[in-house]
């Protein structure tokens, strides 16, 4: 079965300081990996996928088989990244996406 | 860019009551997906459909059903709305396996 865990429900940081949004899943086969974020009042969207390996918004994301890992990070948070944040997971040929619960990231100045 | 739209931003219904949302997309796309997105428990998936006329449970399907009659067009029944059904309804859309999903802006529905 799929699973995705992001164990911290809020994250909080100054401006400036690196950030790290911790995402680990469960899936037996090769898993694609997809961070999602929605900022306040505005809908869900895609904010990077580890297939890519691109860097959207100064945010990165390694994939670690070994430790069954996403996590997310950012050398140095701007408040504009305040927003809540998901990790997703995909397995199989079916875009079926399983969601963590979700962490809220609150940049303060 | 791809538009979906969902009808209602929000919804009071009664106990009891038959509500339907209703989803749709302009960008042509097979797959349609439903999801309730609560505090503390992210998104969890309802009902998603590949295909018109074709549906498939989600991981949470129980008190819900679903209508696929055009490609552009899925729909979530509830068929007696509990208090339990109060949350976001979020509507998604992708163009092909692993591509990433287009959401809606959500209906919050309030069951009282």
């Known amino acids: 079965a799929q699973r995705v865990t992001q164990p911290e429900k809020l994250l909080s940081v100054f401006k400036g300081a690196p950030v790290e949004l911790k995402c680990n899943y469960s899936?037996?086969?090769?898993?694609?990996l997809f961070w999602y974020v929605q900022y306040s009042r505005q809908r869900l969207q895609l904010l990077l996928r580890?297939?890519s390996r691109e860097s959207i918004k100064g945010f990165t994301a390694d994939l670690n088989k070994g430790e069954t890992s996403f996590h997310l990070k950012k050398p140095f948070a701007q408040e504009e990244d305040s927003a809540m944040y998901y990790c997703?997971?995909?397995?199989?040929?079916?875009?079926?996406?399983?969601f963590g619960t979700g962490t809220r990231l609150l940049v303060s100045p | 860019d791809v538009k979906v739209t969902q009808s209602s931003r929000y919804l009071v219904k009664r106990t009891g009551e038959k509500v339907f949302l209703e989803c749709v997309q302009d960008?042509?796309?097979?797959?349609m997906f439903w999801y309730r997105q609560d505090p503390g428990l992210g998104l969890r998936l309802i009902y998603f459909?590949?295909?018109?006329?074709?549906?498939e449970k989600g991981d949470i399907p129980e008190g819900y059903s679903v209508s696929r009659e055009k490609k552009e067009r899925f729909s979530l029944i509830l068929e007696s709305a509990s208090t339990n059904q109060t949350s976001m309804y979020l509507c998604?859309?992708?163009?092909?396996?692993?591509?990433?999903?287009?959401f809606g802006s959500g209906t919050q529905l309030s069951v009282l």
């Open positions: 459909s590949y295909d018109v006329k074709m549906k």
């Open positions: 960008m042509d796309h097979e797959n």
């Open positions: 899936y037996s086969g090769s898993p694609e």
């Open positions: 997703a997971l995909s397995g199989g040929s079916f875009q079926k996406l399983v």
């Open positions: 998604a859309t992708t163009g092909a396996a692993n591509e990433k999903l287009f």
């Open positions: 580890h297939i």
